[in-house]
């Protein structure tokens, strides 16, 4: 028996059964609810390996659920979004989620996000203790934090392992490509917006509001952190 421990969150009924019966036959252990204010309570009682979020929610909004968890869990949350509804994608992310999903839910896709999810989190409880010094700006793999000039930056975990990757290429272009492949598991398709949101809330945390950047964006490239201004 998979060993992998999912919290189904969405108050459809149909979906949520169709969904867990995909999840069961590939061997995930499914705990299913219909409502937000349910899932917060079950998921803080029994922590789950990943959550997946529907975005509209009775008894309390997937949002607000989202933004409760990620205050006290460091758990991936995989939401789902209607379709073509960008706002609610860019507040999921906002609030924390870790990737999204637009309805009609196409199960390969699913497990396909989950897998990816689940391996960064497993990656990131298992790698070696290791810490970035640039100037006065620290990244510290091991307890996943960020601190500048001695004061800690809160920063959400897709937040942390964007900056991480910067960090550890500090000087150099990371491509939108290859930071969508790294983080996300999937192929840039030119229209992903994800990437660039976590980019603006740390430029934001990090003070770094006007130009020149001290994470730059190359234009038709990607991103550059500078190695030696912090």
Known sequence: MNECKIALVEDDVELAQWIADYLEAKQYQVSVYHDGLAGLEGIKKTPPDLVILDGMLP???????????????????????????????ILGLEMGADDYLTKPV??????ARMRTLLRRSAVSQTVASERLVLGALEVDSDNRQVTLNGNNIQVSSNEFDVLWVLASRAGSVV??????????????????????LRISRLRKKLGDTQ????????????????????
Request: charged content about 35%; glycine content about 8%.
């Open 59 to 89: 008894g309390m909004d997937g949002l607000d659920v989202c933004k409760a968890l990620r205050q006290s869990m460091q758990i991936p949350i995989l939401m789902l979004t209607a379709r073509d509804e960008e706002v609610d994608e």
């Open 106 to 111: 196409r199960g390969r896709l699913l497990e």
């Open 175 to 196: 491509t939108r490509q290859d930071l969508v492949q790294e983080l996300r598991g999937f192929e840039y398709d030119g229209f992903d917006r994800t990437i660039d």
């Open 211 to 230: 130009a020149p950047y001290k994470i730059a964006t190359v234009w038709g490239k990607g991103y550059q952190l500078a190695k030696d201004t912090w």
